[in-house]
Structure formats: C-alpha cells, structure tokens
C-alpha cells in the first residue's frame, strides 16, 4: 500500500571489525542485529554487561563511541564510520 521504505546501508566499526547497519538504527540495535551482546562488564561482580531496558534507564549499555566514554548504545543513532569500543572502566569524575 505504502511502498517499502528503503534504509540505506552504514558501515560502522565494533572493536575495530567491520559491520553492516542500516540507517536509522540505534547504536544497540545495530550491535544486536550482528549478534553483539557483550557490551562490557560490571564493575563490582565483573560479569557481562549488555543492552536491558533499552529505553535509557539502566544505563547497562554504555560503550565508547568515536572515543568518547560512556555513551548510552540504546538512545545513540548510528553514524557512518562511527568507531564503537565496550566500556571497561568507570568514568574519571573527579578532577586532578
């Protein structure tokens, strides 16, 4: 009835591997959809940290992106060539 809606495809990159996404697609989504789940571990209990809530709450799914740490996967567009790493520390709040 309404056509099909064509969404283009984007290369972005994930620990430095190269993988298809599509226009439009969350950072999470785009992970998800090339079979990442691991976005990095827990601080405390050291296990697997991934995409939960998925609406912006948990903030279980912050991975580096472009090297900016602690960057919400879930509320975050992809861009072409984006350069995702998963997060493996805490962030550094307190100034020198």
Same mark, same amino acid.
């Given at each position: 009835?309404?056509?099909? %809606?064509?969404?283009?495809?984007?290369?972005?990159?994930?620990?430095?591997? &190269?993988?298809? #996404?599509?226009?439009?697609?969350?950072?999470?989504?785009? %992970? %998800?959809? +090339? +079979?990442?789940?691991? %976005?990095?571990?827990?601080?405390? &209990? +050291?296990?697997?940290?991934?995409?939960?809530? $998925?609406?912006?709450?948990?903030? #279980?799914?912050?991975?580096?992106? $472009?090297?900016?740490?602690?960057?919400?996967?879930?509320?975050?567009?992809?861009?072409?060539?984006?350069?995702?790493?998963?997060?493996? +520390?805490?962030? $550094?709040?307190?100034? #020198?």
């Amino acid at each position: 009835m309404f056509g099909e %809606l064509e969404y283009p495809d984007v290369d972005i990159f994930y620990e430095g591997k &190269l993988i298809k #996404s599509r226009k439009g697609q969350t950072v999470a989504a785009a %992970l %998800l959809a +090339n +079979n990442v789940k691991k %976005l990095g571990v827990s601080r405390k &209990l +050291n296990q697997s940290r991934g995409v939960y809530c $998925n609406d912006g709450r948990c903030h #279980s799914c912050y991975v580096t992106i $472009n090297g900016e740490e602690h960057i919400r996967a879930c509320s975050t567009l992809i861009e072409s060539g984006m350069e995702i790493m998963s997060c493996r +520390n805490d962030p $550094n709040v307190r100034s #020198s």
